[in-house]
């Protein structure tokens, strides 16, 4: 990994990177998915039924997709410092009125306000639009170490999560969450920079063209010979390729989050240990977080949609091990065909999206295709709770993913390849792809 300017000097992309793999961990653990663990205890305590938290959990969803162009409108403007600081300070002061709570309207406001500032998808947008504007020959490693920070947090807040609570009580985890993630992340939030012309260099640390202008100065940079041209949102969908790669992305989430959550339930209901099955989970999330850095240096080197259609291919063997689910074996192989298909998919989504339109416009463009592809995605989870109590079995559902996910592969296999640089040594151009 090159870590070096030309100049011999660290690329500040690095930083730009770890920080955001950073935010995407504590952000797990800001009443990210985690909180399914406080549902139990705080309904016990309030009296509340499942309903009541399957509501605050759809108005964050709504929440976010109102607030997601906003968010991408001022990544590009400002830069990812801005937005994710507000993130971490709303998020963490909401966690910490969510560990004082008595009335359900109070989770209903809380979980709007952690919605209103990104929360929730905030890595896939923040880490997403901000890489793009950093890397261009290292943008699939840059893009995996990033988004690796997702399933870490997963690895790490789980149990943390319930270790917490069963010593401090729900709402003195709550509190302990908030504070020590925004302890960790606001202070690290502070090193994030909006684009590499700002501190005098062009992407993957290039140096200015001979008699280019400093970034410093004022005056614009010279594009280097490998920079990519970028579209803006609303010349990206004038093309074809834009609508193609929309509805293959679509497809794809709404198959992934078919598998996402009722993978679980569905192992206990064949028989498995409950305990089994969140070590399956946990071994599921460590899996991703190799993957994403393996996967990220693959998609220096390979093409992309091949990458993609690998992905899907393995997230239809995981609906294939849910198919036949009823042993130890085949709860694992279920398992990591999961954390495989999802996060290589998840990487090279984001990768694919700035080969084909540039960098300059992502925080725009990834804030309207982002709410758009989640959006849809959800929907997911009340048909397949739908499609089970219709026929008292997951199994119509596993077919469903099947046939979304052959849908994207369809769609994203038509998507003509671009040239935005030269390859990397060894590997090939993603003109390539």
């Known amino acids: 990994m090159a870590v070096l300017t030309p100049r011999g000097k660290p690329f500040y992309g690095w930083t730009v990177v770890s920080v955001l793999g950073v935010f995407g961990a504590v952000g797990v653990g800001l009443a990210g998915p985690n909180f399914a663990l406080f549902?139990?205890?705080?309904?016990?305590?309030?009296?509340?039924?499942?309903?009541?938290?399957?509501?605050?959990?759809f108005l964050r969803f709504l929440m976010v997709l109102a607030a997601g162009p906003l968010i991408g409108r001022l990544i590009d403007l400002r830069?990812?410092?801005?937005?994710?600081?507000?993130?971490?300070?709303?998020?963490g002061g909401a966690v910490l009125w969510l560990s004082r709570i008595a009335a359900a309207w109070e989770l209903m406001?809380?979980?709007?306000?952690?919605?209103?500032?990104?929360?929730?998808?905030?890595?896939?947008?923040?880490?997403?639009?901000?890489?793009a504007k950093w890397f261009v020959r290292r943008r699939?490693?840059?893009?995996?170490?990033?988004?690796?920070?997702?399933?870490?947090?997963?690895?790490?807040?789980?149990?943390?999560?319930?270790?917490?609570?069963?010593?401090?009580?729900w709402r003195g985890a709550l509190v302990w969450l908030a504070v020590s993630g925004i302890a960790v992340a606001v202070p690290l939030s502070l090193l994030l920079r909006r684009q590499p012309e700002d501190v005098g260099l062009l992407p993957d640390g290039d140096a200015p063209s001979s008699g280019a202008s400093s970034g410093a100065s004022g005056a614009p940079l010279r594009a280097a010979p490998s920079e990519e041209r970028s579209l803006t949102r609303r010349e990206a969908m004038r093309t074809g390729r834009f609508w193609l790669?929309?509805?293959?992305?679509?497809?794809?989430?709404?198959?992934?989050?078919?598998?996402?959550?009722?993978?679980?339930?569905?192992?206990?209901?064949?028989?498995?240990?409950?305990?089994l099955v969140a070590i399956a989970i946990s071994v599921d999330a460590v899996i991703a977080v190799v993957a994403s850095v393996l996967l990220g240096r693959v998609l220096d080197r390979a093409p992309v949609r091949t990458v993609l259609l690998?992905?899907?291919?393995i997230g239809a063997l995981c609906a294939v091990g849910l198919l036949v689910a009823g042993s130890v074996f085949w709860l694992f192989a279920a398992n990591i065909f999961y954390a495989l298909g999802f996060q290589s998919t998840h990487v090279a989504?984001?990768?694919?999206?700035?080969?084909?339109?540039?960098?300059?416009?992502?925080?725009?463009?990834?804030?309207?295709?982002?709410p758009v592809t989640v959006g849809v995605g959800a929907v997911a989870f009340p048909v397949t709770g739908y499609l089970r109590d219709a026929a008292d079995t997951y199994t119509p559902a596993w077919f469903v993913a099947i046939g979304a996910l052959a849908v994207a592969g369809v769609l994203l296999m038509a998507v003509r390849p671009v040239h935005p640089h030269p390859p990397l040594r060894g590997g090939l151009s993603p003109g390539e792809r």
């Open 310 to 313: 690998g992905g899907i291919a």
């Open 109 to 131: 406001a809380a979980f709007m306000l952690i919605g209103l500032v990104g929360m929730g998808r905030a890595n896939d947008l923040q880490a997403g639009a901000s890489i």
């Open 140 to 169: 699939g490693l840059a893009m995996g170490i990033a988004l690796g920070g997702t399933p870490l947090g997963v690895a790490v807040y789980y149990p943390l999560t319930q270790l917490l609570i069963d010593n401090a009580g």
């Open 79 to 91: 830069g990812p410092r801005l937005p994710v600081v507000g993130a971490l300070l709303v998020a």
């Open 349 to 370: 989504q984001s990768v694919m999206w700035a080969n084909q339109f540039g960098r300059r416009h992502q925080g725009d463009l990834r804030g309207f295709t982002i």
């Open 39 to 57: 549902i139990v205890p705080v309904s016990e305590e309030l009296g509340w039924k499942s309903s009541t938290f399957g509501w605050a959990f």
């Open 245 to 275: 790669m929309l509805g293959g992305f679509t497809a794809m989430t709404y198959g992934v989050s078919t598998l996402a959550i009722f993978r679980v339930p569905h192992f206990v209901e064949r028989g498995l240990d409950p305990g």
